[in-house]
């Protein structure tokens, strides 16, 4: 029998505390993170990560060695492909060693998945030092081509390559061809950074009926993303001003630019005409951290992309994820009539860890992307087909969480789990105002208004992972403002005390969004566990968060990882259903 047993009281200074505020009396031993001395508890004795435990059971990864960016993601007559920039020689980074290549696997389902060779590897003049990231698009008479970066040198100056599938009739499409006139676009443009000019979007048909691309740059010290146009995809033209341009960073890199339509789930394909009405997405990605978008219309008389708001600050723009989540592709899947995306998500251990391990890096699960109904958010959701892999589910109705309560959540594979919880606020009254100055760094806001910071409306959700003891556990809380015209939910992501290991990336991920308690009232989580993996959509996906996780427990095989839902704020919260199920691990074909 489960039941919601009420905590109190802390004992400060000599145990470290679980979040929601229960102490836990265990053996402490004085150490320092870099501010001074406190007590924590003793950390169990070292523990090798050379075995599987950290891999991921339905998290897309190959074998074995590194990968990075999901690149020419597509569905082709019946197969998705992902392709995905990919170091055959081991599992450290190969921009190190210039041999990048393109892995290539299949799927039929976007969750199991047939590994093959590599697709696109190192051996022209026009990409000798690396076969970078691109697109693919497919062209009228439904033929598949991938136009891709490569390294001419290790001054890494980039070009623009073309590759087609050698056998169509090949249903896998294992085997590619180069283009005999590689390099298709060269960076002869004046003010352009020749070492700074890559990842080729999905081709797009304009009113003239040619093919554009675009190509993230350095064009005069500022961000760019230019602008290009063909006839038969081969011989390019490029268009005297770029796409769109900024002063916000000095690079864009991994462009993605897509079409959709206000308050309709489905996707659009860039191939067809596009339906009036519709918007358009520029995603770029910057700081080796951050993918960001912004919402507008394509105009077609001046072929540019015209945001509906510009922010001069980046910062404030608006990210696909708040996580660990980079290099983001699209694709539109015509087999269901919705777009797609997904990313690298980089380990955060060591770069000896990853040796060790013999692997580094995964890609989130796949997300159906769609617009909001005011035309003015991106919303995400994993695509159904991982429900396939549920099994167990268990559910809980009408639970009622008061300041201090903690529920634990028994019953499922907690190692590897899909977790869906509504949580119901009683009263808005005690929300604490909100600071806009917070957008400017949430992270920071996370760190500060931490699960065990008492507020008045939260932090109520959930702990996963969490060891015995508490000494190892991950949460993921919400918190509600009262702005000043309406209410805004921060959701955190908070790794502060996911391991014991040293040296780990550890932070406290958060974004926020605009909450209507007189129209909704609940607020929705769901969050996929997948041992390293922790990937989570709040509000219906209004805010997502990617994060890899390294528990010691979990290496160790010590006892079981367990599982709350808690509330540490002053106001009551419900919870009208959580269900939850283990996830099976999904098949992999090597």
Same mark, same amino acid.
């Given at each position: 029998?489960?039941?919601?047993?009420?905590?109190?009281?802390?004992?400060?200074?000599?145990?470290?505390?679980?979040?929601?505020?229960?102490?836990?009396?265990?053996?402490?031993?004085?150490?320092?993170?870099?501010?001074?001395?406190?007590?924590?508890?003793?950390?169990?004795?070292?523990?090798?990560?050379?075995?599987?435990?950290?891999?991921?059971?339905?998290?897309?990864?190959?074998?074995?060695?590194?990968?990075?960016?999901?690149?020419?993601?597509?569905?082709?007559?019946?197969?998705?492909?992902?392709?995905?920039?990919?170091?055959?020689?081991?599992?450290?980074?190969?921009?190190?060693?210039?041999?990048?290549?393109?892995?290539?696997?299949?799927?039929?389902?976007?969750?199991?998945?047939?590994?093959?060779?590599?697709?696109?590897?190192?051996?022209?003049?026009?990409?000798?030092?690396?076969?970078?990231?691109?697109?693919?698009?497919?062209?009228?008479?439904?033929?598949?081509?991938?136009?891709?970066?490569?390294?001419?040198?290790?001054?890494?100056?980039?070009?623009?390559?073309?590759?087609?599938?050698?056998?169509?009739?090949?249903?896998?499409?294992?085997?590619?061809?180069?283009?005999?006139?590689?390099?298709?676009?060269?960076?002869?443009?004046?003010?352009?950074?020749?070492?700074?000019?890559?990842?080729?979007?999905?081709?797009?048909?304009?009113?003239?009926?040619?093919?554009?691309?675009?190509?993230?740059?350095?064009?005069?010290?500022?961000?760019?993303?230019?602008?290009?146009?063909?006839?038969?995809?081969?011989?390019?033209?490029?268009?005297?001003?770029?796409?769109?341009?900024?002063?916000?960073?000095?690079?864009?890199?991994?462009?993605?630019?897509?079409?959709?339509?206000?308050?309709?789930?489905?996707?659009?394909?860039?191939?067809?005409?596009?339906?009036?009405?519709?918007?358009?997405?520029?995603?770029?990605?910057?700081?080796?951290?951050?993918?960001?978008?912004?919402?507008?219309?394509?105009?077609?008389?001046?072929?540019?992309?015209?945001?509906?708001?510009?922010?001069? *600050?980046?910062? /404030?723009?608006?990210?696909? &994820?708040?996580?660990? !989540?980079?290099? $983001?592709?699209? +694709?539109?899947?015509? %087999? @269901?009539?919705?777009?797609?995306?997904?990313?690298?998500?980089?380990?955060?251990?060591?770069?000896?860890?990853?040796?060790?391990?013999?692997?580094?890096?995964?890609?989130?699960?796949?997300?159906?992307?769609?617009?909001?109904?005011?035309?003015?958010?991106?919303?995400?959701?994993?695509?159904?087909?991982?429900?396939?892999?549920?099994?167990?589910?268990?559910?809980?109705?009408?639970?009622?969480?008061?300041?201090?309560?903690?529920?634990?959540?028994?019953?499922?594979?907690?190692?590897?789990?899909?977790?869906?919880? *509504?949580?119901? /606020?009683?009263?808005?009254? &005690?929300?604490?105002? !909100?600071?806009? $100055?917070?957008? +400017?760094?949430?992270? %920071? @806001?996370?760190?500060?208004?931490?699960?065990?910071?008492?507020?008045?409306?939260?932090?109520?959700?959930?702990?996963?992972?969490?060891?015995?003891?508490?000494?190892?556990?991950?949460?993921?809380?919400?918190?509600?403002?009262?702005?000043?015209?309406?209410?805004?939910?921060?959701?955190?992501?908070?790794?502060?005390?996911?391991?014991?290991?040293?040296?780990?990336?550890?932070?406290?991920?958060?974004?926020?969004?605009?909450?209507?308690?007189?129209?909704?009232?609940?607020?929705?989580?769901?969050?996929?566990?997948?041992?390293?993996?922790?990937?989570?959509?709040?509000?219906?996906?209004?805010?997502?968060?990617?994060?890899?996780?390294?528990?010691?427990?979990?290496?160790?095989?010590?006892?079981?990882?367990?599982?709350?839902?808690?509330?540490?704020?002053?106001?009551?919260?419900?919870?009208?259903?959580?269900?939850?199920?283990?996830?099976?691990?999904?098949?992999?074909?090597?």
């Amino acid at each position: 029998m489960l039941m919601t047993v009420h905590l109190q009281g802390w004992l400060a200074g000599l145990a470290c505390m679980f979040s929601t505020g229960i102490v836990f009396q265990i053996l402490v031993r004085p150490c320092s993170n870099g501010e001074g001395v406190f007590f924590c508890p003793q950390s169990p004795k070292a523990c090798s990560i050379v075995g599987k435990r950290y891999r991921t059971d339905y998290h897309f990864q190959p074998p074995k060695n590194w990968i990075n960016d999901p690149c020419g993601s597509m569905y082709y007559n019946g197969v998705y492909h992902e392709f995905y920039q990919y170091n055959p020689n081991g599992s450290y980074n190969p921009n190190i060693s210039y041999n990048i290549v393109w892995g290539h696997s299949v799927s039929m389902d976007l969750i199991n998945w047939i590994n093959l060779e590599p697709a696109i590897e190192p051996d022209t003049p026009s990409d000798i030092s690396g076969c970078w990231t691109g697109s693919a698009t497919i062209l009228s008479g439904d033929q598949p081509i991938i136009i891709y970066t490569g390294l001419l040198d290790i001054q890494k100056h980039q070009v623009q390559n073309i590759a087609l599938p050698k056998n169509r009739s090949d249903p896998y499409l294992r085997e590619w061809t180069k283009a005999h006139n590689n390099p298709v676009i060269q960076p002869v443009v004046p003010g352009l950074n020749s070492s700074q000019f890559r990842d080729p979007t999905t081709g797009w048909i304009g009113p003239d009926g040619l093919w554009r691309i675009a190509v993230g740059a350095e064009l005069n010290g500022y961000s760019a993303a230019l602008l290009y146009k063909s006839e038969d995809f081969l011989n390019w033209t490029r268009v005297e001003h770029p796409l769109y341009s900024s002063n916000s960073s000095n690079m864009w890199e991994c462009l993605d630019f897509f079409a959709v339509l206000p308050g309709s789930g489905g996707g659009l394909d860039l191939s067809s005409a596009i339906p009036n009405g519709a918007k358009h997405v520029l995603k770029v990605s910057m700081n080796c951290t951050d993918d960001m978008y912004m919402i507008g219309v394509y105009d077609l008389k001046r072929d540019a992309f015209v945001p509906d708001t510009v922010l001069d *600050d980046s910062r /404030l723009w608006p990210r696909i &994820d708040y996580g660990n !989540f980079y290099a $983001s592709k699209s +694709f539109f899947d015509s %087999k @269901h009539g919705r777009r797609i995306i997904w990313a690298w998500s980089s380990e955060t251990d060591s770069s000896s860890d990853d040796v060790a391990k013999g692997w580094a890096g995964i890609h989130s699960i796949p997300r159906t992307i769609w617009l909001d109904s005011h035309g003015k958010q991106l919303l995400q959701w994993p695509v159904e087909e991982i429900e396939s892999l549920r099994t167990n589910e268990i559910n809980h109705q009408a639970l009622e969480l008061k300041k201090g309560d903690l529920f634990e959540i028994k019953g499922i594979e907690t190692l590897q789990a899909d977790v869906e919880i *509504d949580f119901e /606020l009683t009263s808005i009254n &005690d929300a604490d105002p !909100f600071d806009p $100055s917070w957008l +400017f760094d949430t992270e %920071k @806001h996370c760190r500060e208004a931490g699960a065990s910071v008492h507020g008045g409306i939260g932090p109520f959700g959930l702990v996963i992972l969490a060891s015995d003891n508490m000494e190892e556990h991950t949460d993921v809380h919400f918190r509600v403002y009262k702005s000043q015209q309406n209410y805004m939910v921060l959701m955190c992501s908070d790794l502060r005390r996911s391991s014991l290991r040293p040296g780990l990336y550890t932070p406290a991920y958060g974004g926020f969004f605009e909450f209507d308690f007189e129209k909704e009232r609940k607020i929705s989580l769901r969050t996929l566990i997948d041992r390293s993996a922790v990937e989570s959509f709040g509000g219906g996906g209004r805010v997502c968060i990617m994060a890899r996780v390294y528990p010691v427990a979990l290496v160790d095989d010590i006892g079981c990882a367990h599982m709350y839902a808690f509330n540490n704020g002053s106001a009551t919260v419900i919870v009208p259903q959580l269900r939850a199920w283990s996830m099976r691990r999904a098949q992999a074909s090597v």
